[in-house]
Each structure stands twice: as C-alpha cells, then as structure tokens.
C-alpha cells in the first residue's frame, strides 16, 4: 500500500496491539508493522451509555444528552492519544482500525486518526448478511459507500478487512479497488456463537484460529493477488513461517499474525523471522518480493489447479 516494511511480518489488531508498551515489544520483537487493536463504535457508545445512566438529570435534562457527547469523545481521545503516542516511540508503519457503525463515524473517526499521524488504516467492516430482506448488493454498496468517503477523506492508505460473506468475491474485491482501497486483508475472523447443551445456553466460541483455517484465505489469495490491482494481507490461520512462506508464494504482501503470537509469545516473531531467511537462503531468494505471487493462479503453469483442478483431485484421487 506504499508503506516501507522492513519484513512482511504484521501483527494482527488484538489486545497484543492495544498498549504503547505491548507495541513497543511487537516492535523489539520483529514486527514489521503492526495493526492497532480496533476502535469499535458500538464500544464507545454502550460505555457512554452505561456511565450516563448513572446521572441524576432530574435537575438538569439536558446533562444527559451533553455527557453523551463528551463521553464519545472521551473514549475516541484516548483512542487518538494511543496513536500518538505510538508514533512517538516506534518506527515502524502504525496502522489504525475502526469498525463503525454509523456512517458518519467512518470518515470522522479517518481524518481524526490520520490527523494524529497513522500510517494508514485498515476498516474493519463487519456486515453480516443475516437479514432475508436486505440483499447481497444492498451489502456490498453499504461496503463501497463506506470506502468511497473514506478514501475522500483521507490521503493515507487505506485496507478493507472482509469476511468471507461474498457470492462474488473477486468483482467485490475489484469494485473495492475502483471506490479507493489500497489494500485487502483477507479474512476477517468473526467471533462466533457456540451452543453448551448442558447449561442449554449460547456461548462465546473457541476465540483462537486453527492453522486448519489457513487454507481458505490461500486459495483466495492465489485466485486474486495477480487479478486484482491491491495488496492483499492474508489473515487467519498463519501460525508458522510455514504459513507465512505459502501465503506470500500465493500472492500475499505481508501476513497477519496474532493466535500464534498468544501461544508462543511475541519473541516468536524472531524465529519465523530466522525460519524465514534460512528458507530463502535455501532457495537463493534475497527478498520476499522475488518470490511474492510465484505461485499465484496468474503466474502458475496450471492456473486450474487453483479452482477445479484441486476439487476434482481431493474427491476422485487423480494425479
């Protein structure tokens, strides 16, 4: 997206990204950027309503709708100051996150964010096409709207983060790029539901990823990375410099880390980082851009592998 990396090798929006000291060590560590834990409107909104619930406007009506104002402000400030201070201490390309829910959130919260020095930002998008009534273009123009005024008010770079919720994923990745987004992360893991039937209730999901989850978001990246005029970030599932090594192959410009960095620690970034550069000594590749996409669908001697081919071969065995 026109950012200067010293590696591809980015920490995913997390709570191992919401502190300036946690960035700080994502920093010491290896990353070469990170993506800042999400700012979630609706976040902001039920803390302010939960704090003016508790005034007494009795006295004064008006207080409460005033404290609301201040409120949201307050939990965006702070959220603003966090990038500032960040930028005060690391190097590497800070990189904002919102989710917003209403539309005039998303291009204020973009020129405020950029206004206090982000490096770009990635709009976490999350629109779940759940309702009978509202139809799959319905969604995707609610997705191009959001990234045409965005992309009007800011001059930074800009990613969509996207679900796997599309019929049509290669014009809807395509049309993104036409409304202004630099860059496609691919795919944004949704919290789930899970069901315990002891207690008969609904239950928060297992929160960490699988590296069994890599495989979808490879396959797109190899289908898009050389039809589509983005940079794609892969996402989800990447636990290893194994992972790592497939996604830029297929087409990615940097992968996403996060479960892993849970589980093995930040230091770990240091050992995909060796594991990495003793891969590509091997195969006498000085950068990741000599061998980024050399397995993409638009550079591959067999292009149907990557769509019917594989299918065909998983069912019936043939070589």
């Avoid at 997206?1 to 090798?9: D, E, H, I, K, Y």
């Avoid at 996150?97 to 930002?121: H, I, K, Q």
């Avoid at 009978?132 to 008010?153: F, G, H, M, N, T």
């Amino acid at each position: 997206m026109g950012l200067r990396l010293r590696n591809p090798l980015v920490v995913a929006s997390s709570t191992l990204t919401g502190s300036v000291k946690k960035v700080v060590a994502c920093e010491k560590a290896g990353a070469g950027a990170v993506v800042l834990k999400s700012l979630f409107e609706e976040q902001i909104l039920q803390e302010t309503d939960r704090l003016a619930a508790k005034l007494d406007t009795t006295a004064h009506p008006e207080a409460h709708d005033l404290f609301k104002g201040m409120g949201s402000s307050y939990f965006l400030d702070d959220y603003l100051k966090l990038v500032e201070d960040v930028k005060k201490r690391v190097q590497i390309p800070i990189i904002a996150s919102v989710n917003c829910v209403s539309p005039g959130s998303w291009t204020s919260y973009a020129r405020r964010l950029e206004g206090v020095g982000a490096d770009a930002l990635e709009l976490n998008v999350f629109l779940l096409p759940s309702d009978p009534l509202v139809s799959a273009r319905e969604i995707e123009k609610s997705y191009l709207d959001i990234v045409r005024r965005v992309r009007k008010s800011v001059a930074i770079p800009v990613a969509v983060k996207l679900g796997p919720h599309f019929t049509g994923l290669a014009a809807m990745t395509e049309e993104l790029r036409k409304a202004g987004a630099n860059g496609i992360t691919l795919f944004n893991r949704f919290y789930r539901p899970e069901i315990d039937i002891e207690a008969v209730k609904v239950v928060p999901a297992k929160l960490f990823s699988s590296d069994k989850e890599m495989p979808f978001s490879l396959q797109w990246i190899a289908l898009l990375s050389s039809a589509v005029a983005v940079d794609f970030a892969a996402n989800t599932g990447i636990h290893d410099s194994t992972g790592v090594i497939k996604q830029l192959l297929a087409g990615a410009k940097v992968a996403e880390l996060c479960t892993t960095l849970f589980e093995n620690g930040i230091d770990y970034l240091q050992t995909i980082l060796s594991e990495l550069s003793s891969w590509m000594d091997r195969h006498a590749f000085a950068s990741p851009s000599d061998f980024t996409g050399l397995l993409s669908k638009g550079r591959s001697a067999n292009p149907e592998l990557f769509e019917r081919g594989h299918y065909i071969r998983s069912l019936v065995g043939v070589n």
